[in-house]
């Protein structure tokens, strides 16, 4: 009981923080958000340890390991390439661009490659800390509920994203606590975000991210 208290606790400083930071983030200075940012993340990542004891208590591993997190990740991300694919070319068909500018960009595989380091941070945040934490206090669904729609969250104001991601959320989340492996989930993860900006959105983010 005085564990889940404290888990409840922690949990509930972290959201207000997150509410605070949300509900500023039209007055802060640009270089706040980064600062703010760094030390959330130190705090998470000093507290490695607890995590996994957390963990530890939810014995769901699936003996099969990281392969069988392998084949499910990919296996998402194949059917969800198709999804976006289709998606894409709507999209395209509605603006009137060719579809080459949306396929064809040689950007999107340089731009998965840096997506990756910041996916597999997402990923750890969202699935070995915040997942494990609420697993201690509330069921299974729940858990995986509250996890895809923070993780949709962060994405706000941006609704097709947020749309998106809370699927997603969602099927990372079973996958990781049946096999318990980030690095999968973090190559669907970038995979995934780089077809929506460039065969979705039409967003370039090579060009958005290096000068």
């Known amino acids: 009981m005085r564990a889940d208290r404290s888990v409840l606790l922690e949990l509930a400083g972290i959201g207000a923080a997150a509410a605070i930071f ?6 802060r200075p640009p270089y ?6 760094a030390a959330a993340v130190a705090l998470i990542v ?6 996994k004891r957390v963990w530890a208590l939810a014995r769901s591993v699936d003996p099969t390991g990281a392969r069988g997190a392998w ?36 950007h999107v595989l340089a731009a998965a490659a840096l997506y990756f380091p910041w996916a597999l941070l997402q990923q750890y945040l969202f699935q070995f800390y915040w997942f494990g ?35 997603a ?16 989930l973090a190559l669907s993860h970038a995979v995934l975000g780089t077809a929506l ?13 290096l000068p």
Do not use: C, K, Q
């Open 133 to 167: 934490r609420w697993l201690t206090l509330v069921p299974l669904p729940i858990a995986v509920a509250i996890t895809a729609l923070a993780f949709a969250a962060v994405h706000f104001p941006r609704w097709p994203v947020m749309a998106v991601t809370v699927v």
């Open 32 to 37: 706040l958000d980064f600062v703010l940012a």
């Open 46 to 51: 000093l507290s490695t340890a607890r995590s």
């Open 71 to 106: 084949a499910a990740a990919l296996a998402f991300t194949a059917a969800a390439l198709g999804v976006l694919g289709v998606a894409a070319f709507l999209a395209a068909r509605a603006a009137g661009d060719p579809l080459g500018e949306r396929f064809g960009n040689w």
């Open 22 to 27: 949300i509900a500023t983030f039209r007055v």
């Open 197 to 209: 900006h460039y065969w979705v959105l039409g967003n370039d983010l090579l060009e958005r991210w």
């Open 169 to 184: 959320g969602t099927v990372w989340a079973l996958i990781y606590y049946r096999w318990r492996s980030l690095v999968p």
